[in-house]
């Protein structure tokens, strides 16, 4: 570990790659985590490049992450590197594509193409998290989904060469992509962005603060999350097995609804009504609704994975993360 460490200082320092000892992947998520010997934040892709090279030849222990915003490190996870992207932001527009190094907010970034009218992106507005993860998640609101506006993606593959793959190579699907699928294994370092859709910018920005109000109302919770923990389509599983339970839930909700009038203590009550007819009304105290989990000072570990356990028993073990855990192998 002394002779890796020691290699690690080195390479570090040569390239002059900013880096913090011992950190606490806690204070970086604000849930959870063990931590890491390095945590590292280059500020130029060359850098990033290199930094990912020597652990891929070093055999390093690694993770990479933008801003952290859907991965759950467990509290025994102690990765030696941690390497963040979030300083990796440079936007290159071309003719008909706009080039998006991977740590660019993907709020910011959407919010830049509407700012200029190219439409696609008005949905993005809000999401949490960096170009680089969204273009692996195929992350998706409101119509805007990055399987329709990645052309491609300059990806380091584990063999250490570079590598442009097309849209069609990435093969999308919901939530997901051959490289989150692991069909695919590397890292990306900048994603080709469509900009040839034109429409007006005050149409735009109109579609941009309805989306915004209702991400307010009925999905950004006020407590700490990791957004949706599961693929949305695949919580059909649950509602299919137990549809009749459901349909009494949203009769004895429509009553409540004519006699409460508070918006916030509806959606409490809706959401412990639906743990309730599932048979696990513990859970509603950790959820701001169904595919929520939230932290606060007294959430445990087991608290989460009590979660994610009782809704996979729910759907037959079908159901497919959203989010990225990372534990000890």
């Not at 890796?4 to 880096?19: G, P, Q, W």
């Not at 459901?246 to 009550?269: C, H, N, P, W």
């Not at 639906?274 to 932290?295: E, K, M, T």
Request: net charge positive; aromatic share 10%; charged share 25%.
């Amino acid at each position: 570990m002394l002779q890796e460490e020691s290699a690690i200082y080195e390479i570090l320092n040569k390239y002059k790659i900013d880096y913090q000892r011992n950190v606490s992947l806690r204070e970086i998520t604000k849930v959870s985590g063990g931590y890491c010997a390095f945590y590292c934040v280059p500020e130029s892709e060359k850098k990033l490049v290199l930094l990912l090279r020597f652990c891929l030849t070093k055999n390093i222990v690694f993770e990479v992450i933008g801003g952290s915003t859907n991965t759950y490190f467990c509290a025994q996870y102690n990765p030696l590197v941690v390497i963040s992207t979030i300083r990796v932001c440079r936007i290159v527009a071309r003719e008909d594509h706009i080039i998006c190094s991977c740590g660019v907010g993907l709020s910011k970034f959407s919010q830049y193409c509407v700012n200029r009218g190219i439409a696609g992106y008005e949905g993005f507005v809000g999401i949490p998290g960096t170009i680089g993860g969204a273009a692996i998640c195929n992350s998706g609101a409101f119509d805007s989904e990055m399987s329709q506006v990645v052309s491609s993606v300059k990806i380091l593959m584990e063999d250490n060469h570079i590598e442009v793959l097309t849209n069609a190579q990435l093969d999308y699907s919901k939530r997901s992509s051959a490289i989150k699928s692991g069909k695919i294994r590397g890292y990306i370092l900048s994603v080709s962005m469509d900009s040839t859709q034109k429409k007006d910018i005050n149409s735009l920005k109109t579609k941009v603060s309805t989306n915004t109000k209702y991400r307010k109302r009925f999905i950004d919770g006020k407590r700490k999350s990791l957004g949706s923990v599961f693929v949305s389509s695949s919580l059909r599983y649950i509602t299919k097995q137990y549809r009749f339970r459901l349909f009494v839930k949203r009769m004895i909700y429509g009553l409540l609804k004519a006699f409460i009038q508070d918006s916030e203590r509806l959606k409490t009550i809706n959401t412990w009504l639906f743990f309730l007819v599932l048979g696990a009304p513990h859970l509603s105290q950790h959820c701001d609704n169904i595919n929520r989990f939230c932290w606060n000072q007294q959430t445990t570990e087991d608290d989460f994975f009590d979660y994610i356990s009782t809704m996979q028993r729910l759907g037959l073990n079908k159901l497919e993360l959203e989010i990225e855990l990372k534990e000890k192998e």
